[in-house]
């Protein structure tokens, strides 16, 4: 993997996937709003309600999901040193934390009209908002030194003690009495779910994951070229506002 922290090799393989990503963005997102709002039925106890789970369940897979590439990409950080691990970490966290926010903001309008209430301290809720404070734990400690190297080590520690919430989350509705219907889409036997029903579903989890894509794919060229700017300012080949030193930048003042 390590031949992947070439720059130029980096630029090529991003400029390539990074289009396909938007592209399947679109039209996965096209379809799946046209699957979910209009050719899908209404759930016989639910009624239109249920078109709700067309948006928070895939949040909920892609929040578990990233917070799985960040963890991945910390433990490379601190066995390997992989020289862009830190930056994809850097770079995700923030979109799992929106999709985290997402899954919850959505659980709780699907629970007003369903359980009668907005919120309660369900085993599956509560490891959910947990999660939400890891994304938030991990981005606060990964900024909190004006060294970004210096955070590195213990924001990846961070990260990967935060994935023992991750089996607690998928598993919570099986080892606990929960308000929470139990796994309906990701199961030994196969999905419960009517076909009507799941094509809209994997459409929407097609498109967040585009989503996901493209916006790590653009956040890490922004770190990327950050990151190149804090070491070239911290040998003094710039000045501070980013402007090269030496003959090609302004002469030194007098």
């Not at 994951?209 to 794919?217: M, N, R, W």
């Amino acid at each position: 993997m390590h031949r992947f922290a070439n720059p130029t090799r980096f630029f090529r393989i991003s400029n390539a996937i990074l289009p396909v990503a938007a592209a399947g963005f679109a039209v996965l997102t096209v379809l799946g709003l046209y699957y979910g709002l209009i050719a899908s039925p209404a759930d016989y106890q639910q009624g239109d309600t249920v078109r709700i789970m067309y948006i928070h369940v895939p949040a909920a897979y892609m929040a578990v999901m990233i917070y799985a590439v960040i963890a991945g990409a910390s433990a490379s950080v601190l066995i390997w040193k992989h020289p862009l691990a830190e930056i994809t970490a850097r770079a995700a966290a923030p979109v799992g934390l929106a999709f985290t926010f997402l899954c919850l903001a959505t659980g709780s309008l699907w629970g007003k009209p369903m359980w009668g209430t907005w919120w309660v301290w369900d085993a599956r809720l509560t490891s959910v908002l947990i999660l939400f404070f890891l994304y938030i734990g991990y981005m606060t400690l990964a900024n909190a030194f004006d060294e970004p190297g210096r955070a590195s080590k213990p924001a990846a520690i961070l990260a990967l003690v935060g994935v023992v919430n991750l089996p607690i989350i998928k598993f919570s509705v099986d080892w606990w009495n929960t308000l929470h219907q139990p796994a309906a889409l990701i199961r030994l036997d196969g999905p419960t779910i009517a076909p009507e029903m799941l094509t809209p579903l994997f459409l929407m989890m097609g498109s967040f994951t585009c989503f996901f894509i493209l916006v790590l794919g653009l956040r890490m060229r922004s770190e990327y070229a950050a990151a190149r700017l804090r070491n070239a300012m911290s040998r003094g080949v710039t000045t501070p506002d980013g402007v090269p030193n030496g003959p090609v930048g302004r002469e030194p003042a007098a």
